[in-house]
């Protein structure tokens, strides 16, 4: 059955699609979908003043992902991409259920699942490996992702604690963060898997290193690519693909933290000019609490 597509208003398709990440690292996220959704508006958000996310609890997170969701929404997103596999693994969940009992209609669309469709349809073994941030890991999103795709499929995860504060430093890799990397990838070598998923946005950056070290034949798998494609479909079945015929459309940017750092280090992940970057104070998100 094909699915109902609803029509938007010309204003509601107008709008931006939200996107927002811990920091910088889901600007590799929202790479893909400038590249894949080019006639689109975006608002990015980094929580730079309160990156890491990775060790934090899950209440801590949730609240943290529903002040961003209200400012989001306070600026017309038409639809949330989740663009964290630390706020996913923790908030998205919270944040559908909070989200259903609203008026809003905002879908809510997150990292883990479309990374783990690829996964399973790349290995050729069963056995899948996991890099990702404590909290991902200890959340156990992903097994249960995998298991609902195919429960026969092994995920093998490594909790990495420092990793993503490295790459966003953008330090250069000295050996001993080379070692750190290394010593993530042993038991997933030992493991025989064929497949790895980058369970946070940050590790993308460095798929040369992993690929390097893991070998030539294991599939490294990021969200960015499958989850745009999530992002038209979902666009398409509502009816909230943007009217605009010629051009780009226009992305900004907003940050807790520093500014002229989350330019600099932006600028990086993201491989496209940043211009303004707006910081904002996130306030209590009162609609979510």
Do not use: W
């Not at 590799?28 to 060790?55: I, K, M, S």
């Not at 890099?131 to 995920?155: I, W």
């Not at 940017?253 to 500014?259: E, H, I, N």
Request: aromatic content about 6%; overall charge negative; hydrophobic content about 45%.
């Amino acid at each position: 059955m094909m699915p109902c597509v609803t029509s938007a208003s010309p204003d509601a398709r107008s709008r931006p699609i939200g996107v927002f990440d811990s920091g910088v690292g889901g600007l590799t996220v929202l790479h893909e979908l400038l590249v894949q959704l080019p006639r689109e508006d975006f608002v990015y958000l980094g929580d730079t003043a309160r990156f890491p996310y990775g060790e934090r609890a899950p209440e801590e997170l949730a609240r943290f992902a529903s002040e961003i969701v209200e400012e989001l929404l306070r600026r017309k997103a038409k639809l949330l991409v989740v663009a964290c596999n630390a706020a996913t693994s923790a908030a998205l969940p919270i944040l559908e259920r909070r989200m259903m009992e609203t008026t809003l209609g905002v879908e809510l669309l997150g990292v883990v699942r479309p990374e783990a469709l690829q996964a399973v349809a790349a290995t050729r073994n069963g056995r899948i490996g996991l890099l990702a941030t404590p909290v991902t890991v200890a959340s156990r999103s992903y097994e249960r992702a995998v298991g609902a795709v195919d429960p026969h499929v092994t995920l093998h995860p490594v909790a990495c604690p420092t990793l993503a504060s490295i790459i966003q430093a953008g330090e250069q890799f000295d050996e001993r963060a080379v070692d750190s990397v290394r010593a993530a990838c042993e038991p997933l070598i030992a493991a025989e898997v064929d497949t790895v998923i980058l369970g946070c946005t940050h590790y993308p950056l460095i798929s040369p290193m992993l690929q390097r070290i893991l070998g030539p034949y294991v599939k490294l798998v990021s969200s960015g690519g499958a989850l745009a494609r999530q992002v038209e479909h979902a666009l398409s079945t509502r009816g909230l693909s943007n009217p605009r015929e010629h051009g780009e459309g226009r992305y900004s940017f907003l940050c807790t933290g520093d500014v002229g750092a989350f330019r600099e280090i932006g600028t990086r992940f993201l491989q496209m000019p940043l211009g303004d970057v707006e910081q904002v104070r996130l306030a209590a998100a009162e609609a979510f609490a």
